[in-house]
């Protein structure tokens, strides 16, 4: 009875120890580059960069996630090191391995996020096809009569959809009187630009975030256009709007209706007279990284005795009373520098600048 016993809490404890053993492997299985380089505050290069960027090399050396890896370390390698050609060369490298294989169960980042990323190189939309249609083979087999463009404007990102409709708000408002596209085809000397003001006219969609077709955005950048504000600067507003308008339309085909109102709206950038309006549209990842800079900047700043509290941590006797301090001080700061980018983007990276603390 009690050899029986023995051997029954012998075998427990052999299933306990293979257990916890599988655990730990997948634990170790789930780190990765990434997880490594998000814990880097800013974008120096402290000890975590230096953890990520090692993890890279090593696990591309065997050949584990290769589009992944290579794209963090271009990441850190432009970033966190300022070396912008070597950076392209790993981008490069990435989008060659997306290439090859559009579909990896085992990727840790999307390859659609990799490719939006790399520079505009003129192979970056057959890329997107090329995910896209192994996406599809995956999720809708048989299904490729559509085809997809790549986003490279980041259109669909959070913050520039919130900014969108902010810009679209305050144009509406500083036009009195109707809107109408008299004139418009007549200034514009494009075939392509006019196949997009057919799609556009002809377009019944409505955007639910603006709660307009991308006709209406159009009378409505038009009509600022032709404000007497800008008067000075019609030519050259123009001229960016037919720009725009060709941007819309590539090898036949014609970017989505999202795609074409961020192009319209953003004819008026850095031309328009009124700075409300002629402001650029950001990106969450741009609006991050400005903001972490910033934040880094209110860190670097610190008199030496705060300076020492932050660097001991949790283990100095004043860390939670100065942590509370500095974190209203960068909620603070940050709303009076990027206020004019309300949303929830904004509050969220509020709260991951907050926490880094």
């Known amino acids: 009875m009690i050899y029986s016993l023995l051997i029954i809490i012998l075998i427990l404890i052999i299933f306990l120890f293979i257990f916890s053993s599988k655990n730990k492997i997948k634990n170790k299985e789930k780190t990765n580059a990434l997880d490594i380089y998000s814990k880097t505050f800013g974008y120096d290069y402290d000890g975590n960069t230096h953890k990520a960027f090692l993890k890279c090399s090593q696990d591309f050396s065997r050949g584990e996630n290769r589009a992944d890896n290579s794209f963090i370390a271009s990441e850190i390698l432009q970033y966190n090191l300022g070396q912008e050609e070597n950076a392209r060369r790993l981008r490069n490298i990435a989008l060659a391995e997306i ?146 308008l060709e941007n819309c339309y590539n090898d036949g085909s014609i970017v989505c209706v999202t795609g074409r109102v961020n192009n319209i709206l953003d004819s008026l950038t850095a031309i328009d007279v009124n700075p409300a309006i002629s402001e650029p549209v950001v990106s969450t990842d741009i609006l991050r990284k400005d903001i972490m800079q910033h934040v880094a900047q209110i860190i670097n700043t610190l008199p030496d005795g705060e300076k020492k509290i932050y660097e001991t941590g949790e283990d100095h006797a004043e860390f939670q009373q100065f942590a509370e301090k500095i974190k209203t001080r960068i909620d603070t700061e940050i709303r009076e520098n990027f206020g004019q980018h309300s949303g929830s983007s904004l509050e969220k990276i509020i709260l991951e600048a907050k926490s880094a603390i």
Do not use: C
């Open 99 to 244: 290439a090859a294989q559009p579909i990896n169960p085992d990727r840790f980042i999307e390859p659609e996020f990799i490719v939006d990323r790399a520079e505009l190189i003129p192979e970056q939309d057959a890329l997107m096809r090329i995910i896209i249609a192994g996406d599809r083979r995956q999720k809708e087999p048989g299904n490729f009569d559509r085809i997809v463009r790549s986003d490279p404007q980041n259109v669909h990102d959070t913050t520039v959809q919130d900014e969108m409709q902010m810009r679209y708000d305050r144009i509406k408002r500083s036009i009195h009187g109707g809107t109408f596209l008299s004139g418009l085809r007549e200034s514009i000397n494009s075939p392509g630009a006019h196949i997009v003001l057919d799609r556009i006219i002809s377009n019944p969609a409505m955007i639910d975030k603006l709660s307009a077709t991308d006709e209406d955005v159009l009378r409505a950048v038009w009509a600022r256009i032709n404000d007497p504000a800008n008067a000075g600067r019609r030519e050259d507003l123009i001229a960016a709007l037919q720009h725009n």
